[in-house]
């Protein structure tokens, strides 16, 4: 079996500041990654994943996330953030078992302040 | 745009109703799957289909249905509908089974009073 936890379901930040949005899975085998990202009134659109290789991923605007095995984490980064970037957040694993139907994390919702 | 479409975008009924939400994936995925997204159970998946025929079930309940049609549309079926089925039901698509990228679309809203 596979699940998501995403640590935090808010994180606000300033305009221009550091984030970083928390995500740890649980699975006994190879697993795929993922971070979709939500705007208001929208679907889910993907902004990274990891399948294998290199364990920093970096994906559209740029957000990148590091999967560590050790830990079983793939948190999001961002060095600098904008309003636009305001969205919920979804984690996602899947590959356990040979499924590749996606586990999601309930989301965390960012809030970029001016 | 992901290149999937989903009809209709919202949708108000009443208790005890039938509704019928539509998806078009990307040209050229085979994979269709159907997820259901409410703030007491955040994303769920609720049911694949690839190329026709169902592939996997998720929490779907007896009273859904879903099928994938010759032209690779699907149709998500929700019958005798109860207030909590209210919720944004999504249609994702992949180019097969195997596709480890689903792209989503847009979301039905669904609002039963």
């Known amino acids: 079996a596979q699940s998501v936890t995403q640590l935090d379901s808010q994180v606000p930040v300033f305009e221009e500041a550091p984030v970083e949005l928390r995500c740890n899975y649980s699975s006994s085998v190879s697993v795929y990654l993922f971070w979709y990202v939500q705007y208001p009134n929208q679907g889910l659109q993907l902004l990274l994943k990891y399948l294998s290789g290199s364990t920093l991923v970096k994906g559209i605007n740029g957000f990148e996330a590091e999967f560590n095995k050790s830990q079983t984490s793939f948190h999001l980064r961002k060095p600098s953030v904008h309003i636009s970037d305001t969205a919920e957040y979804f984690c996602?694993?899947?590959?356990?078992?040979?499924?590749?139907?996606?586990?999601f994390g309930r989301g965390t919702s960012l809030i970029v302040h001016p | 745009d992901s290149g999937v479409t989903q009809t209709p975008k919202h949708l108000i009924t009443a208790t005890g109703q039938r509704v019928t939400l539509r998806c078009s994936p990307r040209?050229?995925?085979?994979?269709v799957y159907w997820y259901q997204q409410s703030l007491d159970q955040g994303l769920q998946f609720l049911i694949q289909?690839?190329?026709?025929?169902?592939?996997a079930k998720g929490n779907i309940l007896e009273r859904f249905s879903a099928q994938q049609f010759p032209d690779l549309h699907s149709e998500l079926n929700l019958s005798s509908l109860e207030l909590g089925d209210s919720a944004l039901y999504f249609c994702?698509?992949?180019?097969?089974?195997?596709?480890?990228?689903?792209?989503f679309g847009p979301g039905t809203r669904l609002l039963v009073l």
């Open positions: 996602a694993v899947s590959g356990a078992g040979g499924s590749y139907i996606p586990t």
């Open positions: 994702a698509s992949s180019v097969s089974v195997a596709q480890e990228t689903q792209y």
């Open positions: 289909y690839y190329n026709g025929e169902e592939r």
């Open positions: 040209s050229g995925d085979l994979s």
